[in-house]
Structure formats: C-alpha cells, structure tokens
C-alpha cells in the first residue's frame, strides 16, 4: 500500500508527463537513503556519541548509524580515529562493513578507538558509541 507521500509524488509526477513528452514510471522512495560514496581524504564527520540501544561490546549506540558510506573499490589502508573535545570521554566505534562487524573500544591506550587497515568493497556503517555519557565527538577518515 502507497503512503499519502507516495501518492501525492505519484500524482505530481504523472501530471508532468505530458510536459516532458514521455511516459514516466513511478517507483516509490526508499525511506533509507542510499549511501553515497566516501569524500576525498582526509574527510571529517562531527556528532553526539552513545544513544538509547546498549551493545554489550560497545557500549551505547544510535539506533541509526552516526555516518554510512560506501566504497567503490577496496582500499588496502584506510583510518578511522575519534576524538573527542570532552576531558575523560570513553568513546567506542562500530563498524559494520560487507566483512562483518567490528566493535573497537580503547586503541593504544587511550580512550578514543581508532581503525587502521585493509577496507574491502561495500557498503558502510558507523556508530561512535559510549559508555553513558554521551559527548561531542569527530571521526576523521584518512589514508
């Protein structure tokens, strides 16, 4: 069943059609965006950490991704680091790519998780977790 949405975009395209001298088939939108390819590095993403859904290894998460993008081809070293301007923050970092899904908590010892090696092919999501105290955070992608 269409939505009122997908009606009234149904109804605005086919009242164009004549205008645009062809027929036009409709195809209802997605309510999931589709994920656009990863900028040029060094690429920076900003946001609030945690969220309401508590993974046992990573902590609080977003019940959607803080960042999704996609890579073309597979890249043999490609970093993914938080950080935060918070003193103390404890942030955690998931991946979750056509490999699986990796969940990163404290990476050389600190607090802040980071990512560093191959990424194959494929569509990405990323969630920067806490441990209950959500906090301002980036995550830079880099080479």
């Known amino acids: 069943m269409l939505t009122q949405r997908q009606l009234t975009q149904a109804v605005t395209i086919l009242s164009l059609t004549p205008m645009l001298g062809g027929l036009m088939l409709f195809v209802?939108?997605?309510?999931?965006?589709?994920?656009?390819?990863?900028?040029?590095?060094?690429?920076?993403?900003q946001g609030q950490s945690g969220g309401n859904s508590y993974s046992n290894d990573c902590g609080y998460v977003g019940d959607a991704a803080n960042?999704?993008?996609?890579?073309?081809?597979?890249?043999?070293?490609?970093?993914a680091s938080v950080t935060s301007p918070a003193i103390g923050a404890d942030m955690t970092?998931?991946?979750k790519g056509?490999?699986?899904r990796?969940?990163?908590?404290?990476t050389?010892?600190?607090?802040?998780?980071?990512y560093s090696g191959p990424?194959?092919?494929?569509?990405?999501q990323v969630w920067v977790g806490d441990w209950g105290d959500s906090q301002p955070f980036s995550l830079t992608f880099s080479n």
Do not use: K
């Not at 960042?67 to 970093?79: D, G, K, M, V």
């Not at 990424?119 to 990405?124: D, T």
């Open 28 to 45: 209802p939108v997605s309510s999931r965006a589709e994920a656009e390819a990863l900028p040029p590095l060094p690429h920076t993403v």
């Open 67 to 79: 960042y999704t993008f996609r890579l073309a081809q597979a890249t043999s070293n490609l970093s």
């Open 93 to 95: 970092l998931t991946i």
């Open 98 to 100: 056509p490999d699986g």
């Open 102 to 106: 990796t969940c990163l908590d404290d």
């Open 108 to 114: 050389n010892a600190s607090l802040m998780p980071s």
């Open 119 to 124: 990424w194959p092919a494929g569509e990405y």
